[in-house]
């Protein structure tokens, strides 16, 4: 069980958007940095989006982040095929001392 | 371009010690900058985080693992290492290990996978 709570899935039509919500608490998002990664079948995960809201070099501009207290969101605009996979959020958690990753959101283009 | 490869055995018996290993190349090992990671995830299951060790040789555990692994570093050699012991088929995953980026403003950012390395522990 995470600390870090997803919704187990989303979904929207080709060309849609989809928000992927991730909730915690004082000791990890609402004190450390927040991260998105985007795990597709038969891939390594890819980092989209560090520190709520920058992207890496290279990822598309569809991808946006954004945070409030302690929680935070991931967007994804005009939505492809090639969307379709899991998406994590990660931060540190300062109680644990410990890395965090989110329960995971599986993202379904109908 | 910094690239990670993860080696080992894809099948470990119940209770033995699992071994894995991440080549680093494009980057040395040695970057004040980044801390060096195993993640794991298992079948039907999402990313869970194992470790952390910076090229000093300190090192961060999971709670839930801490007990019974060693993430180890080799400078000379740009590797990195994991050793768990008295594994169980919960143990069975794909094993990755990540370049991770960190710094004071409170960033950590798993900037860099390998391809990962399933592992299968048989009963």
């Known amino acids: 069980q995470s600390v870090l709570t997803q919704p187990p899935s989303v979904s929207a039509a080709p060309g849609q958007k989809v928000t992927i919500s991730c909730s915690g608490d004082?000791?990890?998002?609402?004190?450390?940095?927040v991260s998105w990664y985007q795990h597709l079948p038969g891939a390594a995960p890819k980092l989209l989006i560090y520190d709520y809201t920058e992207r890496p070099s290279g990822i598309p501009d569809r991808f946006s982040g954004s945070k409030s207290d302690t929680s935070a969101t991931l967007g994804i605009t005009g939505l492809q095929t090639g969307d379709e996979g899991d998406y994590y959020c990660?931060?540190?958690?300062?109680?644990?001392?410990?890395?965090?990753f989110g329960s995971g959101t599986t993202v379904a283009v109908l | 371009q910094v690239h990670l490869q993860e080696s080992g055995p894809g099948l470990v018996k119940s209770s033995q010690t699992l071994s894995l290993s991440c080549n680093v190349s494009g980057d040395s090992i040695s970057s004040r900058d980044h801390y060096w990671s195993w993640v794991r995830r298992p079948p039907g299951k999402g990313l869970e985080w194992i470790g952390s060790?910076?090229?000093?040789?300190?090192?961060y555990y999971s709670p839930s693992l801490k007990s019974r692994i060693t993430i180890s570093v080799d400078t000379s050699r740009d590797q990195f290492a994991l050793k768990m012991m008295s594994v169980t088929t919960a143990d069975t995953a794909l094993y990755y290990c990540?370049?991770?980026?960190?710094?004071?403003?409170?960033?950590?950012?798993?900037?860099?996978w390998g391809q990962g390395v399933m592992v299968t522990v048989s009963s």
């Open positions: 004082d000791s990890n998002i609402g004190t450390n940095h």
């Open positions: 060790i910076y090229y000093s040789g300190s090192v």
């Open positions: 990540a370049r991770v980026r960190v710094s004071i403003t409170g960033t950590t950012q798993f900037e860099t």
């Open positions: 990660g931060t540190w958690d300062s109680g644990l001392d410990a890395y965090v």
